[in-house]
T-cell receptor, first 114, second 110 residues
Framework: AQSVTQPDIHITVSEGASLELRCNYS??????LFWYVQSPGQGLQLLLK??????LVQGIKGFEAEFKRSQSSFNLRKPSVHWSDAAEYFC????????????FGKGTTLSVSS | AAGVIQSPRHLIKEKRETATLKCYPI?????VYWYQQGPGQDPQFLIS???????DKGSIPDRFSAQQFSDYHSELNMSSLELGDSALYFC?????????FGQGTRLTVV
């Protein structure tokens, strides 16, 4: 069965430092991969997505992610974190079929220290 | 740009009451999803509709039902509410898999 694992429940990073959030997936087919960000009490905002092609994808707010098929990973990175990046981050996978749902990881809470 | 609209944004109900949540997808999106997110939890998939037909079913309780109407809006009907149903309910719409989420309806059952 398909699943998404985000090994880190909570990460604290100093403002200006680099960030990497880990995501591993288990999927029978080539997945569509997503990273969403959620601020407290808010909806989910799409940061970036990978469908095919270049394995390094750029997203909004300076985020990027790299798809590594050999490691079944899709880690999210940012070279310099801002205090406003503090939020919950969810990795998700989806099938290339209309109507099938995204499966989310448990999420990683990012705290930014000054 | 138009986004996914959910109403109401907040809802307070008593145990054993019913609730109806509404979702208006982005125009021309063919798929609607419903998710439930408990406090500190990841979103759990409930049900989805593709072109007004139920397409996928997740962990939706039997007390809940949903449908998509001819204008593509969707409603999630929840009956015999329990305290554990208190959560943030998200609707998302998509076209070619990329899903856009609404702001959610926060349901509190007291």
């Amino acid at each position: 069965a398909q699943s998404v694992t985000q090994p880190d429940i909570h990460i604290t990073v100093s403002e200006g430092a680099s960030l990497e959030l880990r995501c591993n997936y288990s999927y029978g087919a080539t997945p569509y991969l997503f990273w969403y960000v959620q601020s407290p009490g808010q909806g989910l905002q799409l940061l970036l997505k990978y469908f095919s092609g270049d394995t390094l994808v750029q997203g909004i707010k300076g985020f990027e992610a790299e798809f590594k098929r050999s490691q079944s990973s899709f880690n999210l990175r940012k070279p310099s974190v801002h205090w406003s990046d503090a939020a919950e981050y969810f990795c998700a996978v989806g099938l290339n079929q209309a109507g099938t749902a995204l499966i989310f990881g448990k999420g990683t809470t990012l705290s930014v220290s000054s | 740009a138009a986004g996914v609209i959910q109403s109401p944004r907040h809802l307070i109900k008593e145990k054993r009451e019913t609730a109806t949540l509404k979702c208006y997808p982005i125009p021309r999106h063919d798929t609607v999803y419903w998710y439930q997110q408990g406090p500190g939890q990841d979103p759990q998939f409930l049900i989805s509709f593709y072109e007004k037909m139920q397409s996928d079913k997740g962990s939706i309780p039997d007390r809940f039902s949903a449908q998509q109407f001819s204008d593509y809006h969707s409603e999630l009907n929840m009956s015999s509410l329990e305290l554990g149903d208190s959560a943030l309910y998200f609707c998302a719409s998509s076209q070619i898999t990329e899903a856009f989420f609404g702001q959610g309806t926060r349901l509190t059952v007291v």
